[in-house]
């Protein structure tokens, strides 16, 4: 009767949601078998409050199955679902766990930006459990880019404090462990705190938390050389992954398993766990996760004395971890884009209002000259000379302009030719009107030289825009064009103050961009406000 009554229970939709995190916990192939009924009654009976938490334990669910690209999807849907009931709690939860994802998947960049999103919207809402969390997957998206470790331990810190002054004691627990790993020096502490972590989880039947305390654990313990306490630790989580598959914790379980055999001169054991691992990988399509075990492979082998084999998971390594430093560099370019867009969103409603009365007059103008640049399709000079002055001033609050030159051009050409030299012209021309709000105009000026006017803006605003379109163009895969190709601009900004000609405006913007090229180039350089 009992079973049959929860069977009951946890039809209902209502029911299914507030039991959803531990439901998964310990069950989430149950979770997914019951999840799509309870959402069909959620939504004939308008209940879009559950139908969101529904979907957002849907995507941790498909996570943990390592359905990654389900996973991403249903997070998205519940983030749309979360907007729609302007419930910023959720809204910063799915924006998090989006991030979250990022973060597994080695996109530390979008993660990076992704959390930092959530983490305001959590203290609106006065959500520090949210806050918490969000702090602790900014450390693991630190820790994943070499050289920022200091940050990462700053994040985990916080989360631990945060942790500790609610009374989460397994969270703060873990979050010493972070702070451990991240910090080698203090193993012993991340020992007992692993192991204080993994007893608490068992108590609380969270399996997964338990599995991933034991490796953590194991991975202390064999930093001080307690080997056989390692062994027992991930025997441990062996037998636990048994009952609750998840393909990430067995592929940290195989890793944990092949520094403890290194570390004990096993190497041939030791390669033949982390072989397995790195299959999972593949399988998974998890590149971040496989060029750490390829590392610890090309270390195992070169131990059982394959020194063959050894430099071939190396070389692996290095032509994966270079894939993806290039993706991560490509993401960080659409991430720059995609900030942009934001902020031509954001003056959506300003353009509509300017748009009567200058959009008939440029009309007239574009049908009486030939006002654009038949390379880039930006406006050309005739053009910007003949906006330029009504632009910036007549009573609109003054704007900015800014003078962009193209560095080196001329080596560009010599090296690479023309040919190539015209279709940086191009893509720069396509960068331009991608990277700038509608209100906003560009204009090639003149040959490897542009200009931008903002319309309405502040110094710091403009000075912002300019440094993320130099970031921009930096970043493009250049070399895509022609082989180690590499193009930078340098850009030369002026503010119009009130009543100051166009003319002193411009020259100032061109003495600005003057001294960033004397200033090594691949820079921007704002002008000093004109007091007189």
């Keep these: 009767m009992r079973a049959a009554s929860q069977r009951s229970d946890l039809d209902d939709p209502r029911t299914l949601a507030d039991r959803a995190k531990r439901l998964i916990e310990q069950d989430s192939a149950k979770y ?23 979907v957002y334990y849907q995507a941790c669910a498909y996570d943990i199955q390592g359905r990654f690209e389900d996973a991403d999807a249903a997070m998205a849907r519940a983030h749309q679902l979360a907007a729609a009931l302007t419930d910023l ?38 959500n520090r459990l949210g806050e918490a969390a969000t702090f602790n997957n900014l450390g693991f998206a630190y820790l994943n880019m070499r050289g920022l470790e200091e940050r990462a331990i700053e994040f985990f810190k916080n989360a631990r404090q945060i942790w500790t002054e609610e009374g989460a004691r397994p969270e703060s627990a873990l979050a010493l462990d972070n702070i451990a790993c991240a910090e080698l020096a203090l193993a012993a502490r991340a020992l007992a705190a692993a192991e204080q972590a993994y007893r608490e989880a068992d108590e609380q039947a969270v399996p997964r938390a338990a599995i991933d305390a034991r490796i ?55 390669a033949a766990r982390l072989r397995q691992a790195e299959q999972l990988t593949i399988d998974s399509n998890l590149p971040v996760h496989r060029t750490r075990v390829l590392r610890e492979l090309s270390a195992a082998l070169e131990l059982a004395g394959d ?59 574009l049908a009486e000259h030939a006002l654009e640049d038949g390379l880039t399709g930006l406006a050309n000079r005739r053009a910007f ?21 193209i560095d080196h051009f001329k080596s560009i050409n010599d090296s690479h030719s023309h040919l190539i030299g015209d279709e940086v012209l191009r893509r720069l021309g396509a960068l331009l009107r991608a990277g700038v ?34 970031e921009l163009v930096a970043a493009q895969p250049w070399s895509e064009i022609s082989p180690e190709l590499k ?14 000609d166009t ?25 000093a406000e004109n007091r007189a």
Excluded at 487 to 500: D, F, K, Y
């Design 89 to 126: 709690s959720w809204q910063a939860k799915t924006i998090g766990g989006l991030g979250g994802f990022l973060v597994a998947h080695g996109d530390s960049a979008g993660a990076i930006e992704l959390l930092e999103k959530s983490l305001p919207m959590y203290r609106a809402a006065n």
């Design 385 to 405: 000379d003949a906006r330029v002055g009504d632009f910036l001033g007549r009573g609109r609050g003054g704007g900015a302009l800014a003078l962009i030159d």
């Design 307 to 365: 020194l063959v084999g050894s430099l071939r998971a190396f070389r692996l390594y290095h032509q994966l971890a270079e894939q993806l430093r290039d993706r991560d560099a490509e993401r960080q370019a659409q991430a720059l884009n995609g900030r942009l867009a934001v902020e031509r969103a954001q003056h959506a409603a300003e353009v509509e209002r300017l748009r009567a009365t200058w959009l008939e007059e440029q009309n007239r103008i």
């Design 503 to 527: 003319r002193d405006a411009l020259a100032r913007a061109d003495q600005a961009l003057y001294r960033a090229k004397e200033g090594g180039r691949d820079r921007v350089v704002a002008a």
């Design 216 to 270: 953590a654990f194991a991975g202390a313990a064999t930093l001080l050389g307690l080997y056989a306490e390692a062994f027992a630790r991930l025997e441990d989580a062996g037998r636990q992954l048994a009952r609750n598959p998840s393909v990430v914790l067995q592929i940290e379980m195989l890793l944990g398993f092949g520094r403890l055999l290194r570390a004990t001169d096993s190497g041939a054991e030791a």
């Design 487 to 500: 193009v930078t601009i340098s850009i030369g900004l002026a503010v119009v103050q009130p009543h100051e």
């Design 32 to 54: 997914l078998e019951r999840v799509d009924n309870a959402l069909a009654a959620a939504r004939a009976a308008g209940q879009a409050d559950i139908e969101m938490q529904l």
């Design 437 to 470: 709000r509608d209100l906003d105009f560009a204009a090639r000026v003149g040959g490897e030289e542009f200009a931008l006017l903002f319309g309405g803006v502040e110094r710091d605003r403009a000075l912002a825009a300019c440094e993320r379109l130099r």
